[in-house]
């Protein structure tokens, strides 16, 4: 959510919102090469206020990847942390880290092109997901070894199978259910292999 200044009267407050939300769509379509009067035109005021308001495409595309960041995989980190199954924890988290990374990839890459894509946004998902790994070592259902250090290396794993698939395929999740095998002790009956 944005949070604007106290002083913003509520419809400079609603016009932020508009900018931000058309942003996320502008974004997504033509990531880093989205301009900045598409976005006033796709948000319905003039590019003077979104100027005012955010003074470089930079700093409006950094709300919007961390807005995208919190909808998506905070939320599943949320959704996880109230599991009680480990193992559907741990699917949960990973299912919000390679739909973030997957669902909007134009915007993820601008924001990569950026330098936005920063270890420390990494540990708001690496940590609370270790986190989860423990919770399933204590209780018998992952393996003892698995490391910190594997969470973002599972991530990569997941992601690399995207070029692989039809875009907006979900064929991933296959991918998701070979990884929980090899972190936990039972197996899962796999989905369909897409087409390569």
Not at 29 to 53: F, I, K, L, S, W
Not at 76 to 92: F, G, K, N, S, T
Not at 122 to 129: C, D, K, L, S
Not at 138 to 167: A, K, N, Q, Y
Request: net charge negative; hydrophobic share 45%.
């Amino acid at each position: 959510m944005v949070t604007a200044p106290r002083n913003l009267r509520s419809d400079a407050v609603r016009n932020i919102e508009r900018i931000v939300a058309a942003a996320q769509r502008v974004f997504a379509r033509a990531g880093a090469d989205a301009a900045m009067d598409e976005v006033a035109a796709e948000a319905g005021v003039g590019v003077a206020t979104v100027y005012r308001r955010f003074p470089t495409k930079e700093s409006l595309l950094r709300v919007v990847l961390y807005r995208r960041f919190d909808e998506v995989v905070e939320a599943a980190l949320r959704r996880a942390e109230q599991e009680p199954d480990p193992r559907e924890a741990m699917r949960i988290a990973l299912s919000g880290a390679v739909s973030f990374l997957a669902d909007d990839a134009q915007t993820v890459a601008a924001g990569s092109s950026s330098g936005f894509m920063t270890m420390d946004l990494a540990y708001r998902f690496i940590e609370p997901v270790a986190d989860i790994a423990r919770r399933g070592q204590r209780d018998g259902v992952f393996r003892t070894d698995l490391v910190t250090e594997d969470i973002p290396r599972i991530v990569l794993m997941l992601v690399g199978t995207l070029p692989s698939l039809h875009p907006g395929s979900d064929g991933w999740h296959r991918y998701l259910d070979l990884i929980l095998d090899m972190l936990c002790a039972s197996r899962t009956e796999l989905s369909a292999a897409s087409p390569v």
